[in-house]
Structures are given as C-alpha cells and as structure tokens.
C-alpha cells in the first residue's frame, strides 16, 4: 500500500525555520520525480524543490538559496529544510512522487498523476 505522510510544519514569524519531512511506503521514492509542492487557498499548486531519480535537484526561483530540499533512501523519506521563511511561504507543503509523463524529469510543475500525501499547513506570520 502507497503511503506518503508529511510532517513538520506550524506556525513561525517571518525569518524563522521549518523542518518538513515525508516519509513514504510501498514503493521507493528515487522511482521517479519526487518533491515538495505548496499550494495556496485559491491559487494553483506550484513546485517548490524536487529531485529526479539520479539525484539531481531543481528549485523554485522563490525559494532558491532558502530552501533544501534533501532525501534519506535507507529511510525512504523526503526533507525540506526552510529557512528565512516570508509571509508569501504561506502555504499547505505536500510531497509527491509523479508516475505521470514527467515521471523521469526534474520538472517542477506537480504532478497530474502521482502519489501525494496530506500535506503539512506551514503558516509565516509578518
């Protein structure tokens, strides 16, 4: 059974720290394109950092040289560290696995087919 549960996120004031973690099941998470996407209530979900299979990462203009994203495969789990946190972070964090056509890219844009967990609300305070 596919599982993926995120955790870590809250509330924090501008410039502080989060630590989200994704642990999966049922498959392994270097299968595919794998990474962390946030959304917004009335807004599209966009791509935060994701790795391909190979290891390689790509970030969101937004979030580069705040965000890390990083992977445990003994532990199969998925990590973003985010720090300098804005407002603008604002956001429900969810990580996913595409099984989709971009399954073998780095693409950042979400998956239209793949596994997904929860998500994780991360709330930036000004």
């Known amino acids: 059974q596919v599982q993926l549960v995120e955790s870590g996120g809250g509330s924090v004031q501008a410039g502080g720290s989060l630590r989200l973690s994704c642990v999966a099941s049922g498959y392994n998470i270097n299968d595919y394109r794998t990474g962390w996407f946030r959304q917004v209530p009335g807004r599209e979900r966009e791509g935060v950092a994701v790795y391909d299979r190979y290891g390689a990462t790509r970030y969101a203009d937004s979030v580069k040289g705040r965000f890390t994203i990083s992977r445990d495969l003994h532990k199969n789990s998925l990590y973003l560290q985010m720090n300098s946190l804005k407002p603008e972070d604002t956001a429900m964090y969810y990580c996913?696995?595409?099984?989709?056509?971009?399954?073998?890219?780095?693409?950042?844009?979400?998956?239209?087919?793949?596994?997904w967990g929860q998500g994780t609300q991360v709330t930036v305070s000004s």
């Open positions: 996913a696995t595409d099984r989709g056509h971009l399954r073998w890219s780095l693409a950042l844009q979400p998956p239209e087919d793949g596994y």
